[in-house]
T-cell receptor
Framework: GAGVSQSPRYKVAKRGQDVALRCDPISGHVSLFWYQQALGQGPEFLTY????????KSGLPSDRFFAERPEGSVSTLKIQRTQQEDSAVYLC???????????????FGPGTRLTVT | AQTVTQSQPEMSVQEAETVTLSCTYD???????LFWYKQPPSRQMILVIRQEAYKQQNATENRFSVNFQKAAKSFSLKISDSQLGDTAMYFC????????????FGQGTRLTINP
């Protein structure tokens, strides 16, 4: 079946522009995660959705970052007034279920490479 | 706070050799999950192997195996009979059992398999 898809794969934005990054999770997956991966580093957690509810946004670096998943499927990560430090790969992951003391594998998308000039 | 540390930024071995990647972590939880992920140049993160902290037996997946030392908070990955396709970034990750279950990643080890 189809995996997690993300679009666009590459985005170049001028400093100050707004950008929107899209994630299509695997159909039926309850949980959706966004991670930010700086060049040469490991991914860092941004935010988490269980269906349409955003249950954890503790990793969002500033109020310029906003994420939504209005129908519990597709998610969009929006960055307003982009800055050079926002340049990174943004990874989306989904998993079948959530919590309950069991681990559910997170399936990752290919990521969106954002470059802010 | 939970942290994961990978102390080997880069490693390089010859094809068919065995290589071990190191990972240490810190958590106050008694139960958790540990993972090794592979990220080839194409960027798609792929799960290599998973270990539940409450299981004493080390996980194995074909050529990949782990050495899980809970008391030492160590979780190393051994790749046997390495292949050119194993060339990638490898990330160790920690996941709590409850709540958001977000993954906490290490800094990664760049592994190169030479022909």
């Amino acid at each position: 079946g189809a995996g997690v898809s993300q679009s666009p794969r590459y985005k170049v934005a001028k400093r100050g522009q707004d950008v929107a990054l899209r994630c299509d999770p695997i159909s039926g997956h309850v949980s959706l995660f966004w991670y930010q991966q700086a060049l040469g580093q490991g991914p860092e957690f941004l935010t988490y959705f269980q269906n349409e509810a955003q249950l954890d946004k503790s990793g969002l670096p500033s109020d310029r970052f906003f994420a939504e998943r209005p129908e519990g499927s597709v998610s969009t990560l929006k960055i307003q007034r982009t800055q050079q430090e926002d340049s990174a790969v943004y990874l989306c992951a989904s998993s079948l279920n959530a919590g309950g003391g069991s681990s559910y594998e997170q399936y990752f998308g290919p990521g969106t490479r954002l470059t802010v000039t | 706070a939970q942290t994961v540390t990978q102390s080997q930024p880069e490693m390089s071995v010859q094809e068919a050799e065995t290589v071990t990647l190191s990972c240490t972590y810190d958590t106050s939880e008694s139960n958790y999950y540990l993972f090794w992920y592979k990220q080839p140049p194409s960027r798609q993160m792929i799960l290599v192997i998973r270990q539940e902290a409450y299981k004493q037996q080390n996980a194995t997946e074909n050529r990949f195996s782990v050495n899980f030392q809970k008391a030492a908070k160590s979780f190393s990955l051994k790749i046997s009979d390495s292949q050119l396709g194993d060339t990638a970034m490898y990330f160790c990750a920690l996941q709590p059992p409850q709540g958001a279950q977000k993954l906490v990643f290490g800094q990664g080890t760049r592994l190169t398999i030479n022909p």
